[in-house]
């Protein structure tokens, strides 16, 4: 173990940074997916809970997908 210490206290700020890289991309998207969609609760689960983007992805992926049919079609209709 100590060599995991050893490589965590010399590398710590490379894997921070390659960290906020992967997750503020997702964060940012998310957050705005559920502004979009007026998921007020979504929105703030998102915002305060930090899970290296895992939450941000099921969201993006699985819950901002589904739709009313009835709200699909008056946007494909403004557009």
């Known amino acids: 173990m100590p060599e995991l210490e050893l ?12 960290v ?3 997750v503020l991309p997702w964060k940012g998207y998310a957050l705005w997916s559920a502004a979009q969609l007026s998921h007020k609760w979504w929105f703030i689960a998102l915002l305060l809970i930090n899970t290296l983007a895992i939450l941000d992805i099921i ?13 699909a079609q008056d946007e494909e209709s403004e557009a």
């Open 20 to 22: 906020m890289i992967w």
């Open 59 to 71: 969201y993006i992926f699985f819950v901002a997908k589904k739709r009313p049919f009835s709200q």
């Open 7 to 18: 490589f965590l206290e010399q590398n710590f700020l490379w894997i921070l940074a390659l």
